[in-house]
């Protein structure tokens, strides 16, 4: 029995352990406009292959907090602005203060 209550025991400090240990690292940085240097406000930045993801603040900021360590392509959309995609490996100084200039892109309306 004292075996038994041990092996559990052992198992929920493994699996606790392994619990804490995830979610360590976060990407974060400002998306701008490359002509004014302006923050963009409302840019979506969200990892390819999941649906993790957020949008950018009044300022521009944006953080994608609880990753683990490894390679992500993140992706930055906004109308009326060309996509961007990014490789970012985690642990990188890379992943925090990521500064991102989009620019501008027309955008074609079919007549109706």
Known sequence: MFIKITRIISLIIIIQIA?????NFII????ISE????????AEVFLIGSSIGTTT?????????DLEEGSYIVRFTLLGYAAITKNIIIPSDEAAGIIVKMKEAAINLNEV
Not at 19 to 23: E, L, M, R, V, Y
Not at 28 to 31: D, E, N, Q, R, T
Not at 57 to 65: A, M, V
Request: proline share 4%; net charge neutral.
């Open 19 to 23: 619990i804490s240990a995830k979610g």
């Open 28 to 31: 974060s940085g400002k998306v």
């Open 35 to 42: 002509s004014d240097s302006q923050p963009l406000v409302g």
């Open 57 to 65: 603040n009044s300022l521009g900021e944006f953080t994608i907090n």
